[in-house]
């Protein structure tokens, strides 16, 4: 009979009393988030990568070596005189960027972004040129989105995993979170909505509490001095140290990432109503850590070391405030890393994009050039502003006017009238070679040419007047093609 007794004894102890290492497996899970935080340093920050910026200036200097004249020159007009006070330091500064667009290879002695003559193979490669410029300064733009995004998720993810340890906006446990009876932070029986404090409270009332010495509860060989809400903070703080100590964060898994931290808060989701079968008063499906029938989670040291979520887990509840912080955390690392994974496709894309604008460039280059025709040409065409000025200064009578040869005279006297530029046709031709424009000009020159003696230098007296001996050569050319084809249409 009093053997019996004393098994009875022994049980309902076993029911009421904490054994060592009871919590240990609370105590594990938790540290493993705790090391979680040792990799926050490691975590990168998201930048956009070098090869932009060196693609965005190719495509520009590719742009600017295909381009039209006046872009070239002045880029449509902008840098034209007078549009500025800084209109000379713009102009100075497009002069230099052009000599270093166009500076060989100090090796090879190549030049890489060399300007191209215009032809339509030049017209027709810009046009694709400004395209495919105009897509990459969006992608550009979405790459500076995303490695913003990435970067704003990530602070988001580690704001989130210090949320769930210490507390809402802090970084360290501090002890001030402590700050109600064993009970009401931990829970007592029927839960408390000051037990949905951060992960470390947990830990707390788990391995230190409140009062009476908690013996190798949570690890083998620790015993922390128990210290209620109204001791001083610092107090709190060392006890709760002194039990983080032995989690050995370093020898732990301390990579973070999306799974790292869903992993974590799973291990510690899981252990939530181990103990359940210590309450036959009570649900024991919301306890972390063991309780006591009597007291539930009071943060005595020697009954009632837990955590009771009973309140938290209700149908009213709004679920576990630490629990939802590293899930939080979890998502936030996942986006941010989507968005790791978009700049380094974007940047393949711009990567191939920068390889069709070469491809439309070296053709150009490499292609025999036919010329320049419709508007392009048109916009080609010299601007003629300085002219014009030159004119005016010049209209004091029509000999001074037109002694330029570039300008002409429109008024009713010689001291009286209007000194303009020339049209275009007008302008003398300074270019060598041969064409329509210097074959009429040297035929008007020997038709002023009245004797067979004076009929010289490119003329040649046909025995009435003297004619311009290039038009007679290509006269007598034209007349025997024609009459080799009309002999072989008889043949």
């Not at 742009?63 to 007078?82: P, Q, V, W």
């Not at 733009?141 to 988001?156: D, F, K, L, M, Y």
């Not at 009771?308 to 899930?327: C, F, M, P, R, T």
């Not at 080609?380 to 010049?394: A, L, V, W």
Request: charged share 25%; glycine share 8%; hydrophobic share 30%.
């Amino acid at each position: 009979m009093q053997g019996r007794i004393c098994v009875l004894i022994y049980a309902f102890a076993s029911l009421t009393h904490e054994a060592a290492n009871d919590n240990s497996a609370e105590f594990n899970a938790i540290c493993n988030v705790l090391a979680l935080t040792q990799g926050v340093p490691a975590l990168p920050l998201a930048v956009a990568p070098t090869s932009v910026a060196k693609a965005m200036q190719e495509l520009e200097y590719l742009n600017i070596s295909t381009s039209t004249e006046t872009y070239y020159n002045s880029k449509d007009g902008l840098l034209a005189t007078g549009s500025g006070g800084d209109t000379q330091q713009k102009q100075k500064d497009w002069a230099t960027k052009l000599q270093e667009i166009h500076k060989a290879d100090a090796t090879t002695g190549i030049i890489k972004f060399k300007r191209l003559d215009r032809s339509n193979q030049r017209d027709q490669a810009n046009q694709q040129l400004i395209t495919i410029q105009r897509k990459a300064a969006n992608l550009q733009a979405s790459i500076t989105r995303e490695v913003e995004g990435a970067n704003a998720r990530g602070a988001t993810a580690i704001r989130k995993l210090n949320d769930a340890l210490y507390g809402t906006a802090k970084n360290a446990f501090d002890g001030s979170s402590v700050d109600a009876a064993g009970p009401q932070v931990c829970g007592g029986t029927g839960g408390h909505a000051k037990a949905d404090g951060p992960l470390l409270n947990a830990l707390y009332c788990l391995c230190v509490g409140m009062t009476n010495a908690a013996t190798n509860l949570c690890k083998h060989g620790t015993t922390p001095t128990p210290k209620a809400h109204t001791d001083p903070n610092d107090q709190k703080q060392e006890q709760l140290n002194s039990i983080i100590e032995e989690c050995n964060v370093a020898k732990r898994s301390t990579k973070l990432t999306p799974d790292t931290i869903a992993s974590a808060a799973t291990g510690v989701k899981a252990l939530l109503g181990r103990y359940g079968t210590t309450r036959s008063s009570g649900p024991g499906h919301a306890y972390l850590g063991k309780p006591t029938d009597a007291q539930g989670c009071n943060g005595q040291g020697d009954q009632g070391m837990c955590v009771n979520y009973q309140v938290q887990l209700s149908s009213s509840g709004s679920g576990i405030k630490w629990l939802a912080d590293l899930e939080a955390a979890a998502e936030s690392l996942r986006e941010s890393d989507s968005k790791r994974q978009r700049i380094y496709f974007l940047e393949t894309t711009l990567d191939n994009l920068l390889t069709t604008a070469w491809g439309a460039y070296n053709a150009a280059r490499h292609t025999p050039p036919t010329q320049a025709t419709g508007a392009t040409a048109a916009k080609d065409k010299p601007d003629n502003t300085d002219q014009k000025k030159e004119c005016e200064q010049r209209k004091s009578n029509k000999t001074t006017c037109e002694n330029t040869g570039k300008c002409k005279w429109n008024g009713e006297s010689e001291t009286k009238g209007e000194c303009k530029p020339k049209d275009e046709e007008e302008q003398p031709n300074t270019a060598t070679g041969t064409g329509t424009a210097g074959t009429n000009a040297e035929g008007k020159k020997c038709s002023d040419k009245k004797t067979e003696g004076d009929c010289k230098d490119g003329c040649k007296w046909d025995g009435k007047e003297c004619k311009d001996y290039s038009i007679l050569v290509n006269n007598q050319f034209a007349l025997s093609v024609v009459s080799a084809a009309f002999a072989a249409l008889l043949f």
